[in-house]
């Protein structure tokens, strides 16, 4: 099986929102693969974030795979909303999702996005593997490298042991990693087997952001080369 593809997501927490149209245009320009959207809900997490409006309003201005994180209480309430607003990838949290999974990602993927799975970093990596091997099953897992619901928190490389557990159960997953990456925490989560980075601060903040987006890309495809 071929591995999975580096994707690297700009997480557009991190960029300054008055101008979001512009910083996406400008992500995708210096190579991101993805945006990263982070939708709050202020009850999941206490940080009150976007929702379906913004995401209709960033999709007049860009074509780009808008990779929707839901930190949100009640994810089913969001498929239809964020499906009209243009959303690519659909990635909710287990914790909120043990009875209904199923159904969720049946009605995510029947709204034409594509389904993730999320684990805050507390949540035993266990608890994902029925919704890998389901015969409907999600696309990708994110694996959170810092309690949500905040940008800018320090990487927790204790988490590296959920990402090598779904690689070596999953050679072709797609494996996201969110929280305080950037490249002085990239190759620890590339040779744990994540595909998928999103990183904030450390490339809105960078006074060369397309170089820690081709930097990250390296590690991710040095990792697998390796392997």
């Not at 991101?32 to 206490?46: N, Q, R, S, Y």
């Not at 499906?83 to 009875?99: L, N, P, Q, W, Y």
């Not at 709204?111 to 029925?130: A, D, H, I, N, Q």
Request: include cysteine.
């Amino acid at each position: 099986m071929a591995a999975a593809a580096a994707k690297i997501a700009p997480s557009m927490l991190s960029s300054d929102f008055a101008n979001l149209a512009a910083e996406a245009d400008r992500m995708v320009r210096l190579g991101a693969d993805w945006l990263h959207m982070d939708i709050m809900d202020g009850h999941f997490v206490p940080n009150l974030t976007i929702g379906a409006p913004v995401i209709q309003s960033l999709r007049k201005h860009t074509k780009a795979y808008l990779d929707c994180h839901l930190m949100v209480t009640n994810p089913s309430d969001y498929v239809e909303p964020l499906a009209k607003a243009g959303a690519s990838g659909f990635t909710f949290h287990i914790e909120v999702s043990r009875d209904n999974w199923q159904e969720l990602i049946q009605s995510i993927k029947a709204k034409g996005m594509r389904p993730g799975v999320s684990l805050r970093p507390g949540t035993p990596v266990e608890e994902v593997f029925p919704l890998v091997e389901a015969e409907n099953p999600v696309e990708l897992v994110l694996v959170m490298t810092v309690e949500p619901g905040f940008g800018g928190q320090k990487f927790m490389p204790e988490m590296m042991e959920k990402v090598r557990a779904l690689r070596k159960k999953y050679p072709s997953l797609d494996i996201e990693v969110d929280g305080g990456l950037g490249p002085s925490t990239i190759d620890v989560a590339a040779s744990a087997g994540a595909n998928c980075i999103v990183a904030g601060s450390s490339i809105f903040g960078a006074a060369e952001p397309g170089e820690v987006i081709s930097a990250l890309r390296k590690s991710v495809e040095g990792s697998q080369n390796k392997s």
